[in-house]
């Protein structure tokens, strides 16, 4: 199925006009997102915003990568663009929020108005007759209160499936297995989706902060990123619980590094990375060893591999070669999704697909959506997930306490003041 809507007061089959604009002054751009139909993608204060839809795609199936290219050609076939900043990530752009399971819906949105910054510049593209003038926008707020419940299986029902995936590893079925569980928060008073991006980007500036229709996290996972030639994906697998101690982190981040089980997790990991992108790239660097990348609650076991693409190929023909990666689903890939779907006991949706923003010359960044939540405005509830990367030497209780430290961001979101 695939569904376009343009918004009303665009020409409907003539031509779209995209008109980016240097702006002078310097932006908090998550400070200037709207209530209504907010998109970011941010890190360390540099991205973009954007607001409005002047074009959707909603897509299921196998094809939805290729039939998103396609769509996104067919727009920018009828559009005319100014641009006088000519960086990645000016021009046309769409954000988009992909599902895992590509059965499942995913969702494309091409802002009215996109607002970026990168290195120190600040821009502004608008579509239309829309004004590149930033309206004024109420303060965020935060829930009344929060009542937490768990999700689409108990604690103990998921730790089972954690023993029964180790089993399964351990006759020889597979190598890895990724498996989630979710918790739900029940919210009292105004849900503002601005409000917990705000308090996400204030405690994990190093990781992207996102929202994408009702889809909102900060995912220090980079599933690819585009720029021109180059090419580059951080990959994460391996995790440990921090303390809070200087001297007792450093010793679990040694502890790490020295770790066999999750050393195999993390190889798994860059190895299905590495493979995928070798059919696009040369000179591609993949580091022998790991580091450890901290984060406020945890630290991980991360390998950044880079290479110089060899083709023409648009980031979403990267996006759809590496998804779905060893980090967010296991090795073999088919069969790894096949025990998701017997074990899992849950629809992930959104959750662990690709997220991010694509422009009109091909570059754009795309994460995996974790450390993220979906809002149900209806239900005034928030669906939050976390998943663990299981292979033989796992031990269910501890990849239940692994789930719940990599829970805490969105729940410390929630529940502050």
Same mark, same amino acid.
């Given at each position: 199925?695939?569904?376009?809507?343009?918004?009303?007061?665009?020409?409907?089959?003539?031509?779209?006009?995209?008109?980016?604009?240097?702006?002078?002054?310097?932006?908090?751009?998550?400070?200037?997102?709207?209530?209504?139909?907010?998109?970011?993608?941010?890190?360390?204060?540099?991205?973009?915003?954007?607001?409005?839809?002047?074009?959707?795609?909603?897509?299921?199936?196998?094809?939805?990568?290729?039939?998103?290219?396609?769509?996104?050609?067919?727009?920018?076939?009828?559009?005319?663009?100014?641009?006088?900043?000519?960086?990645?990530?000016?021009?046309?752009?769409?954000?988009?929020?992909?599902?895992?399971?590509?059965?499942?819906?995913?969702?494309?949105?091409?802002?009215?108005?996109?607002?970026?910054?990168?290195?120190?510049?600040?821009?502004?593209?608008?579509?239309?007759?829309?004004?590149?003038?930033?309206?004024?926008?109420?303060?965020?707020?935060?829930?009344?209160?929060?009542?937490?419940?768990?999700?689409?299986?108990?604690?103990?029902?998921?730790?089972?499936?954690?023993?029964?995936?180790?089993?399964?590893?351990?006759?020889?079925?597979?190598?890895?297995?990724?498996?989630?569980?979710?918790?739900?928060?029940?919210?009292?008073?105004?849900?503002?989706?601005?409000?917990?991006?705000?308090?996400?980007?204030?405690?994990?500036?190093?990781?992207?902060?996102?929202?994408?229709?009702?889809?909102?996290?900060?995912?220090?996972?980079?599933?690819?990123? =585009?720029?021109?030639? %180059?090419?580059?994906?951080?990959? *994460? $697998?391996?995790? @440990?619980?921090? #303390?809070?101690?200087?001297? /007792?982190?450093?010793?679990?981040?040694?502890?790490?590094?020295?770790?066999?089980?999750?050393?195999?997790?993390?190889?798994?990991?860059?190895?299905?990375?590495?493979?995928?992108?070798?059919?696009?790239?040369?000179?591609?660097?993949?580091?022998?060893?790991? =580091?450890?990348?901290? %984060?406020?609650?945890?630290?991980? *076991? $991360?390998?950044? @591999?880079?290479? #110089?693409?060899?083709?023409? /190929?648009?980031?979403?023909?990267?996006?759809?070669?590496?998804?779905?990666?060893?980090?967010?689903?296991?090795?073999?890939?088919?069969?790894?999704?096949?025990?998701?779907?017997?074990?899992?006991?849950?629809?992930?949706?959104?959750?662990?697909?690709?997220?991010?923003?694509?422009?009109?010359?091909?570059?754009?960044?795309?994460?995996?959506?974790?450390?993220?939540?979906?809002?149900?405005?209806?239900?005034?509830?928030?669906?939050?997930?976390?998943?663990?990367?299981?292979?033989?030497?796992?031990?269910?209780?501890?990849?239940?306490?692994?789930?719940?430290?990599?829970?805490?961001?969105?729940?410390?979101?929630?529940?502050?003041?």
């Amino acid at each position: 199925m695939v569904v376009i809507e343009q918004a009303s007061g665009l020409p409907e089959s003539d031509h779209l006009t995209f008109r980016t604009r240097a702006l002078d002054t310097d932006l908090d751009l998550l400070q200037h997102l709207p209530v209504d139909n907010p998109l970011a993608w941010v890190r360390g204060g540099e991205g973009l915003i954007g607001w409005g839809v002047a074009a959707r795609l909603q897509v299921r199936g196998d094809e939805t990568f290729s039939r998103t290219q396609r769509w996104w050609n067919k727009l920018l076939s009828n559009a005319h663009v100014e641009d006088t900043v000519s960086v990645p990530g000016t021009g046309p752009v769409a954000f988009a929020s992909f599902a895992f399971d590509l059965d499942n819906l995913s969702e494309v949105v091409v802002p009215s108005v996109v607002v970026g910054k990168r290195a120190g510049q600040t821009w502004v593209t608008t579509i239309g007759s829309h004004s590149n003038s930033l309206p004024p926008v109420p303060v965020p707020v935060g829930p009344t209160s929060v009542r937490w419940s768990q999700g689409s299986v108990q604690p103990w029902e998921w730790e089972a499936s954690v023993a029964t995936a180790v089993e399964r590893i351990s006759a020889g079925e597979l190598d890895k297995v990724v498996l989630a569980r979710d918790v739900v928060a029940h919210i009292e008073g105004t849900l503002d989706v601005r409000f917990l991006i705000n308090k996400l980007a204030q405690a994990y500036p190093t990781c992207w902060t996102f929202v994408v229709e009702d889809l909102f996290g900060a995912t220090p996972e980079l599933l690819v990123r =585009r720029t021109g030639g %180059l090419v580059m994906s951080r990959v *994460l $697998a391996g995790t @440990v619980q921090r #303390q809070g101690d200087k001297r /007792a982190d450093a010793d679990r981040a040694s502890h790490l590094m020295k770790s066999g089980k999750d050393l195999a997790e993390h190889e798994y990991a860059v190895h299905s990375v590495a493979k995928a992108l070798a059919t696009h790239c040369t000179d591609l660097d993949v580091p022998e060893q790991p =580091r450890v990348l901290e %984060l406020s609650n945890v630290q991980h *076991l $991360a390998t950044d @591999v880079t290479g #110089q693409l060899a083709s023409e /190929a648009p980031i979403l023909s990267l996006v759809a070669s590496l998804h779905p990666t060893a980090a967010v689903c296991g090795t073999p890939t088919e069969r790894a999704k096949t025990m998701i779907a017997e074990l899992e006991g849950m629809s992930r949706g959104r959750y662990a697909g690709p997220v991010g923003w694509f422009d009109h010359h091909g570059d754009g960044e795309f994460g995996i959506a974790l450390r993220c939540a979906t809002i149900d405005r209806e239900s005034q509830t928030v669906r939050s997930f976390a998943g663990c990367g299981i292979v033989a030497g796992s031990v269910p209780e501890l990849e239940l306490a692994e789930s719940v430290a990599k829970l805490a961001p969105v729940r410390d979101a929630l529940e502050s003041d």
